[in-house]
């Protein structure tokens, strides 16, 4: 019987029957179903707690379930009317009343159920209880802004978990919560408390799902695209949004394609993130990237080492960096864009709330393994990731930052979770999230400095910015040795070429205009901090061969000298 469970349920099953522990957190995808069989097309899929009270804990004699919204609610009827003879008896013991109206609260509700297990427990009953939402009942919270009626629930878990007439009875208590993050520590550390994380459905277990859910036949009039390419594109979401799908093409007669599965996915799982990541569209390929020859033959490998499933060959996370404006967020995008793998920003998932950061973030990272194989995109990384040696927020930001760095270095993650950290300034990251294991492979990205990559330059930024010019020509300005441009600088003077020519009524640049804009156009000119985001780009490159010529022969000792001298400048 065993076999017929997801690999949870058997982790759950094995616990338990060691007889060491009562009291279990589940967390994860527990608002999905759960499907039960052997992976065959009769397998059935219920919703959790129905599962977990009429399969997982079928036998037992009492299960009854409880949540602030609910309060005490129960299996089936018999175990209810037992519990209402059990109550009537108190009161006429206790003068109370709650055989009538039942306790909502936690210390209520929970004192009302101890006595009647104790008595059922002693009849060698089996019970088994289950806590839905247990993130409002026994919330993440500093020992010291605990409420009363937290601390009362908490100390009825912790009591149950390790009584004796508790762990020596068939007694089990379940709790379900989203993010175990949101749960009070004590709980979640108690070592006589055992978590168990429901993970979302992988490629197989969705397929199978789709094969027992419609027949082939039905399946082909409302999709264009067959079930294995289904569950192969619906990575990260769970049978209720696949079941989601399907009626709504079933229902409003919308085919599935390509891209309405891909649109319909990144709402979900945008939903799903309550928010907190971004999914980053990508219509180009590195093909689009001006310049960075080098880098770009570097990252078309890890294209093709994808492509062929060699996970294994690639590095956990890459860090790109470079002066302001040299393409790091675009030649990330283009890479997701020509390996045809989802490209994500985190949004800001940092709370005011005591542990809803924390919460947030093991949402997040939950989301992105079931995604799998993703890319992720942090800009800013320097300020947005902190250090672990953050202070004056609780240690909230040195909890975030253990998080991230636990999640890099996962090595299950190899190939399948791509971390992309860029910044200007990557001496201001700490080494926890630079070093091998991590962001193994760093990549710098310059200004282009030869006359082929500033005319490349150039073309692309005329096909992305949609000039129109009376006929084909370069700047003199542009061809020019000496001349520096980054691609925001070449964006905004071909912005202002188009503006210009609008002004004077004209349809198309002509020569003499761009070139007059480029000689009037001065680009906000920061010259030590670029020069320092430069040099720290030199030295941060993991490979010569990335690096331009003119950086190659370059003293490090001069260059580490320079660095110092020019933050102290800048302070």
Not at 72 to 91: C, H, M, P, V, W
Not at 380 to 393: I, K, Q, T
Request: aromatic share 8%; net charge negative.
């Amino acid at each position: 019987m065993l076999t017929q469970y997801p690999r949870w349920a058997q982790f759950l099953a094995k616990k338990y029957l060691s007889r060491t522990l009562n009291q279990f957190i589940l967390h994860g995808n527990v608002h999905d179903l759960v499907s039960v069989g052997d992976g065959s097309s009769t397998n059935n899929f219920l919703r959790l707690k129905t599962f977990l009270a009429e399969d997982f804990f079928g036998a037992r004699d009492i299960v009854i379930f409880y949540d602030r919204s609910s309060g005490i609610y129960f299996r089936d009827q018999e175990t209810q009317k037992d519990f209402n003879r059990a109550l009537s008896g108190r009161d006429t013991i206790a003068g109370t009343d709650y055989s009538k109206k039942l306790p909502k609260d936690p210390v209520g509700a929970f004192s009302v159920l101890e006595q009647y297990f104790r008595v059922r427990l002693e009849q060698k009953k089996s019970i088994a209880l289950i806590i839905d939402y247990a993130e409002t009942i026994i919330p993440a919270n500093e020992a010291g802004s605990t409420g009363t009626e937290d601390r009362n629930a908490l100390v009825y878990l912790l009591k149950w978990a390790h009584d004796p007439l508790f762990l020596a009875s068939d007694f089990t208590t379940t709790l379900l919560t989203e993010n175990m993050a949101d749960l009070n520590r004590s709980l979640v550390q108690n070592p006589y408390t055992s978590s168990v994380r429901i993970t979302l459905p992988n490629e197989d277990e969705r397929l199978n799902y789709l094969v027992n859910q419609i027949h082939p036949d039905e399946f082909e009039k409302i999709s264009k695209v067959p079930k294995p390419v289904v569950a192969q594109m619906t990575a990260g979401l769970g049978y209720l949004k696949l079941k989601s799908i399907l009626s709504n093409a079933v229902e409003n007669g919308e085919t599935i394609t390509f891209q309405s599965l891909t649109t319909i996915k990144k709402e979900l799982i945008e939903s799903e993130a309550y928010g907190l990541i971004e999914f980053i569209p990508s219509q180009s390929s590195l093909d689009a990237v001006a310049g960075h020859g080098n880098v770009k033959k570097h990252l078309r490998s890890a294209v093709e080492a994808l492509k062929h499933g060699r996970r294994d060959v690639l590095p956990m996370g890459y860090l790109v960096c470079g002066p302001v404006g040299t393409g790091k967020t675009f030649l990330v995008t283009s890479f997701a864009g020509e390996v045809g793998i989802p490209m994500v920003k985190l949004k800001n998932f940092r709370s005011q709330w005591q542990g809803v950061t924390e919460g947030n973030l093991e949402k997040i990272l939950t989301l992105l393994k079931a995604m799998a194989p993703v890319a992720v995109m942090i800009d800013e990384a320097d300020a947005y990731l902190g250090d672990r040696s953050a202070s004056g927020d609780s240690g909230v930001s040195s909890r975030v930052f253990s998080q991230i760095a636990t999640a890099m270095s996962d090595t299950s993650n190899r190939g399948r979770i791509l971390w992309f950290l860029m910044t200007a300034r990557p001496d201001l990251m700490p080494i926890d999230l630079k070093r091998q294991g991590r962001a193994e492979e760093h990549i710098s990205l310059f200004p282009p400095d030869t006359l082929e990559e500033r005319v490349e330059l150039f073309d692309v930024m005329k096909k992305k910015t949609n000039l129109k010019l009376s006929e084909e020509y370069v700047p003199k300005a542009v061809k020019k040795d000496k001349t520096t441009y980054s691609g925001a600088d070449m964006e905004a003077a071909l912005t202002r070429a188009k503006f210009r020519a609008a002004s004077q009524g004209l349809e198309e640049v002509t020569p003499e205009l761009l070139d007059d804009v480029f000689e009037d156009f001065i680009p906000p000119t920061y010259p030590e901090e670029v020069e320092l985001q430069t040099l720290v780009a030199v030295t941060e490159c993991t490979s010569k061969a990335l690096l331009p010529e003119q950086y190659r022969k370059m003293d490090r000792e001069k260059i580490l000298n320079r660095i110092e001298e020019l933050k102290m400048t800048i302070r």
